[in-house]
């Protein structure tokens, strides 16, 4: 059996002399899965995102993703992890307003090396394929609408392949329509075999995109529920 892409062990997170912000958490996630991760504010969830993305480190415990231990990395390995391994999608975008779309699909690419030919390739396949048309290329972030700007966003995150989609409350900025679009482009990249950790309020995602769902509260997983979510 493969191992899991994502593996915590023991993993607890302090950040002064209160309540722990994870308390002794163990979670596997499969390669291909689809796991939501839901709980009400001060649940954790950010603080477990921001562990699996190597961007802070556990009080105690283990922290491995796509076969790399993360809690004893360097600050340069851990943002080549990041560049290499995952792809990340936040709730206000954080596209470049000075770039163009291309160029802000683009810039993780040549951060990567990746020569020039291949990385506008990419891009122009990846726009295509998330339904942005070759004159939104040609935009600013600033006229498009959320929707769009998500599925920039998400083309960014994806334009180096990464083993691993983070998403941080992907529909939380966006109107019903364009969350809508959103949900289903999630999903449809989870069809195709990417493998996604979402983190949200927003139940109707968790139910449309995840192949599981958490929930936590208190630092630790109050439930498990595999299949689409029934938190409410």
Do not use: W
């Not at 915590?8 to 002399?17: I, P, Q």
């Not at 912000?21 to 954790?44: K, N, T, W």
């Not at 090396?113 to 295509?128: N, S």
């Not at 482009?185 to 979402?198: I, M, P, W």
Request: negative net charge.
């Amino acid at each position: 059996m493969a191992a899991p892409i994502i593996e915590l062990r023991d993993v607890s997170k302090k950040y002064d002399a209160g309540r722990p912000a994870l308390d002794h958490l163990d979670l596997e996630v499969e390669q291909g899965e689809a796991l939501a991760v839901l709980g009400p504010s001060g649940s954790g969830k950010s603080t477990l995102l921001n562990l699996v993305a190597g961007l802070d480190r556990p009080s105690d415990g283990s922290v491995t993703v796509a076969g790399l231990r993360l809690d004893g990395m360097s600050e340069a390995a851990s943002a080549r992890y990041r560049r290499d391994r995952i792809g990340m999608v936040f709730q206000f975008f954080n596209l470049l307003d000075d770039l163009t779309v291309d160029d802000n699909v683009l810039l993780p690419a040549r951060l990567a090396g990746m020569p020039r030919d291949e990385a506008r390739d990419r891009a122009a396949r990846l726009l295509e394929r998330l339904g942005l048309q070759p004159h939104h290329a040609r935009a600013y972030p600033g006229q498009l609408s959320g929707g769009q700007r998500q599925r920039v966003a998400v083309a960014r995150a994806l334009v180096n392949r990464p083993a691993l989609l983070l998403a941080d409350e992907p529909t939380g900025a966006l109107d019903t329509a364009s969350a809508a679009e959103v949900i289903a482009l999630l999903a449809e990249l989870n069809g195709d075999g990417q493998t996604l950790v979402l983190v949200t309020h927003d139940v109707a995602l968790a139910n449309a995109c995840a192949t599981r769902t958490i929930e936590l509260v208190d630092g630790g997983i109050h439930r498990d529920v595999r299949g689409a979510a029934v938190v409410r």
